[in-house]
């Protein structure tokens, strides 16, 4: 991690002894400077690389076969992502399928494939899903239209990544706020878990600490590298760890108002979280007036009901400071799709997650106020 150290990736090639990379690459960034830098050290090494590009948000099952017979074509040994989630976790399911076979829907679940897949340098480009360290990836079936969550926890991270800030000076200032939101919510729900445990708890905070600090002067300004390295870390860390602990509501209910409405996964929980976050106080005060100080709160000596009022108080004003819409019906939402919603979340299965017990009535509820 640091300014720069995008640098060591030719370091990592000759490791693998590699002659032929396969990269998958955000399309807006092949003409950058940033890939330029790259690409100059590779070829100046005598690398063979072949690049992929067309990756669409919520990447198909598709695109992964196309990404994997380009990769089978050119013969390569080791992968390379730059991106946001999504080209990693297109690199992350070509990298299986190179070493396992089959199609992708094969791996759908828990620890579905034992051998490791094509090993994978990651830079991520957005400080958000956190899929460089991360056990998952998620890629959709179009013609079933649903999501396959791909996990392992243990073959399913990148073998490296690198966080480099100079990677997101790209980034709009939109999609950094919604993508950070993204990497706020992980840390949240992780910590807050039914699931969490003493280590998990104390890597969240930290990435409460790094993202609540940090994600204002990074969507003010891409080019503040210090920020950036804060977040990329912070995003890292709630990466870590919301694979052990699951999530909760937020993501939930966002998996329902992204697909419905058709805006972004970071957009989505973005505009639900302060409806869940005050929902959920109830259940576990304690943690709530902790992630408050985190947030730079001045709760000392407070009671805990009112530390903990002040996360949810600091949480809203983070959505107004970063400009996330205030309302459900604000990214395109109608009346007619909440009970819709609401017995879908029922059905979800979160609440082996999330910290207060959630009924379809509840729900209901929930998508009502956030409406």
């Known amino acids: 991690m640091g300014v720069g150290s995008h640098s060591q990736i030719l370091d990592l090639v000759r490791k693998h002894d590699c002659q032929r990379l396969f990269v998958t690459i955000d399309a807006a960034l092949l003409d950058s400077a940033f890939y330029a830098s790259i690409k100059s050290q590779l070829d100046a090494a005598g690398v063979q690389v072949a690049e992929y590009s067309d990756i669409e948000p919520d990447p198909s099952a598709h695109t992964v076969t196309r990404a994997f017979d380009a990769c089978r074509d050119h013969n390569a040994t080791l992968l390379l992502a730059i991106g946001g989630g999504s080209t990693m976790?297109?690199?992350?399911?070509?990298?299986?399928?190179?070493?396992?076979?089959?199609?992708?829907?094969?791996?759908?679940?828990?620890?579905?494939?034992?051998?490791?897949?094509?090993?994978?340098?990651?830079?991520?480009?957005?400080?958000?899903?956190?899929?460089?360290?991360?056990?998952?990836?998620?890629?959709?079936?179009?013609?079933?239209?649903?999501?396959?969550?791909?996990?392992?926890?243990?073959?399913?991270?990148?073998?490296?990544?690198?966080?480099?800030?100079?990677?997101?000076?790209?980034?709009?200032?939109?999609?950094?706020?919604?993508?950070?939101?993204?990497?706020?919510v992980h840390a949240f729900e992780s910590y807050i878990s039914r699931q969490s445990n003493l280590i998990t708890d104390a890597i969240n905070l930290q990435a409460l600490t790094l993202i609540a600090a940090n994600i204002r002067q990074f969507v003010a300004n891409r080019e503040n590298?210090?920020?950036?390295?804060?977040?990329?870390?912070?995003?890292?860390?709630?990466?870590?760890?919301?694979?052990?602990?699951?999530?909760?509501?937020?993501?939930?209910?966002?998996?329902?108002?992204?697909?419905?409405?058709?805006?972004?996964?970071?957009?989505?929980?973005?505009?639900?979280?302060?409806?869940?976050?005050?929902?959920?106080?109830?259940?576990?005060?304690?943690?709530?007036?902790?992630?408050?100080?985190?947030?730079?709160?001045?709760?000392?000596?407070?009671?805990?009901?009112?530390?903990?009022?002040?996360?949810?108080?600091?949480?809203?004003?983070?959505?107004?400071?970063?400009?996330?819409?205030?309302?459900?019906?604000?990214?395109?939402?109608?009346?007619?799709?909440?009970?819709?919603?609401?017995?879908?979340c029922a059905d979800a299965g979160y609440n082996r997650w999330n910290p207060r017990h959630t009924s379809r009535a509840d729900f209901r509820a929930l998508f009502e106020r956030a409406y």
């Not at 360290?133 to 959709?140: A, K, Q």
């Not at 804060?230 to 602990?245: E, K, N, R, W």
């Not at 943690?287 to 009022?309: N, S, T, Y």
Request: contains cysteine; negative net charge; proline residues 6%.
């Open 89 to 184: 976790d297109v690199a992350k399911a070509v990298g299986i399928l190179a070493t396992n076979g089959g199609r992708i829907h094969d791996y759908e679940g828990i620890e579905k494939f034992s051998t490791p897949g094509l090993p994978l340098i990651a830079v991520p480009t957005t400080a958000g899903t956190g899929s460089e360290v991360s056990g998952s990836c998620v890629i959709t079936d179009t013609e079933a239209n649903r999501k396959m969550s791909i996990r392992h926890a243990a073959l399913n991270p990148a073998a490296y990544a690198i966080l480099d800030p100079l990677a997101l000076r790209t980034v709009p200032a939109h999609v950094a706020a919604h993508s950070g939101i993204d990497a706020f």
């Open 225 to 344: 590298l210090e920020a950036g390295l804060g977040m990329l870390c912070g995003s890292a860390l709630a990466g870590i760890t919301f694979g052990q602990t699951g999530l909760g509501n937020v993501h939930c209910m966002a998996r329902f108002v992204g697909a419905g409405c058709h805006v972004s996964h970071g957009l989505s929980n973005a505009v639900c979280l302060p409806v869940v976050a005050r929902f959920n106080l109830a259940a576990n005060p304690a943690k709530f007036a902790r992630i408050a100080a985190a947030m730079g709160r001045p709760v000392q000596g407070l009671p805990e009901l009112d530390a903990a009022d002040e996360a949810v108080e600091a949480i809203e004003a983070l959505c107004r400071d970063l400009d996330i819409p205030p309302r459900l019906r604000d990214v395109g939402a109608t009346q007619e799709m909440l009970d819709e919603w609401a017995g879908l």
